[in-house]
C-alpha cells in the first residue's frame, strides 16, 4: 500500500539528512513533519519495524529534537 512506498522513501531519504541540510528550515520542517506524520498515522507499522530501521528513525528523531532546542528562542524568565 501507500504507506509502503512511504517508508520505503523514507528509509532511502534518512541517511542522507545530515545536519548541514537540517539547517536549512523549510526542509527541516518538511523532513520532521513526513516523520511525525508517519508515526502519527502509522503506529503499529512503526512499532513492527526491523530494529535497524526503527534505530535509524529513533535517532532521526533525537537529531530533530537537538536541532530544534539549538534553534528555539531562549525561554524568558517567569515563562515555563
Do not use: C
Not at 517508508?7 to 536549512?24: I, K, V
Not at 528550515?25 to 507499522?45: A, C, D, E, G
Amino acid at each position: 500500500g501507500f504507506h509502503q512506498v512511504v517508508f520505503f522513501g523514507l528509509r532511502e531519504l534518512m541517511p542522507l539528512m545530515s545536519e548541514s541540510l537540517l539547517d536549512w528550515p523549510l526542509l527541516s520542517k518538511q523532513y520532521f513533519l513526513l516523520i511525525n506524520s508517519m508515526v502519527s498515522n502509522y503506529t503499529p507499522r512503526v512499532a513492527g519495524l526491523d530494529h535497524a530501521f526503527f534505530a535509524q528513525l529513533l535517532d532521526s528523531v533525537l537529531f530533530g529534537i537537538k536541532v530544534a532546542r539549538h534553534h528555539a528562542p531562549p525561554h524568558k524568565h517567569g515563562i515555563h
